[in-house]
């Protein structure tokens, strides 16, 4: 019987702190346009600060939702552990692999994956124009909830773990942790939105992000590693 493997909170953190070019690149957008509709003058900063935190609390806030629903529909994952668990790690592990093909701009498999979301996705997208421009924190905090669903093949990578993981609320707050990994990157696209396009340029910082994630996918694989 193998050993059970849940994915701890700090890992979570990691991936989306690894994954900061790919947010930049589905997400990044987005938040600097936040930034740049404000008018210029005192206050800015403040009122910058607080549209940036209601959309990324929103996206968050996204990302713990799905995987709590995911995590009431496999309800009777951890009964069937040994065939449903392995399964779902497997995936992981291979959609991480292919998240740090796609980084390290080796291949970019990983946008066939993200095209399974993109039905979904239709029917949100007009919630999410309807709610632009936006001028209000209650806006930006409504579509980073819409934007949440855009198809990211890091997110799902990282729900395949919170589906594994064995309780509801562990596996939300797989997500929430996940979502927090991912601020930094989005907080200074709103701040210092070429500082950060230069970063993403960067082929060595790209392909760094990208083997780390390689590597952590190739170990969420069930295979028979020495000493295992």
């Known amino acids: 019987m193998q050993p059970e493997l849940y994915l701890s909170y700090p890992s979570a953190f990691l991936i989306g702190l690894l994954g900061s070019t790919h947010c930049l690149g589905m997400c990044g957008g987005i938040s600097a ?11 800015f900063r403040a009122r910058q600060s607080l549209m940036l935190l209601s959309f990324n609390l929103g996206r ?11 995590a009431l529909l496999s309800t009777h994952a951890a009964a069937s552990w040994a065939s449903v668990g392995l399964v779902l790690r497997s995936l992981a592990g291979l959609l991480l692999v292919f998240m740090g093909l796609s980084m390290a701009q080796w291949w970019q498999g990983i946008r066939y994956v993200e095209r399974l979301g993109a039905p979904v996705w239709r029917r949100l997208a007009p919630a ?3 709610l632009m421009p ?3 924190p209650w806006q930006a905090l409504a579509l980073g909830a819409v934007w949440g669903w855009l198809p990211c093949g890091l997110v799902y990578s990282t729900l395949g773990w919170a589906a594994l ?19 930094p990157s989005m ?6 939105a070429q500082w950060i396009q230069g970063l993403q340029k960067q082929q060595g910082f790209r392909r760094a992000s990208g083997v780390l ?11 028979p590693w020495p000493g295992s």
């Open 187 to 192: 907080f200074a696209t709103g701040y210092a």
């Open 213 to 223: 994630l390689i590597l952590f996918g190739l170990w969420t694989l069930p295979l």
């Open 165 to 183: 993981q064995p309780t509801t609320a562990s596996a939300a707050l797989t997500m929430f942790f996940f979502g927090l990994g991912t601020l």
């Open 134 to 136: 936006v001028r209000r």
């Open 128 to 130: 999410a124009r309807a």
């Open 60 to 70: 968050i806030a996204s990302y713990t939702g799905i995987a709590t629903l995911i």
């Open 33 to 43: 346009s936040l930034s740049m509709a404000l008018p210029v003058g005192k206050g």
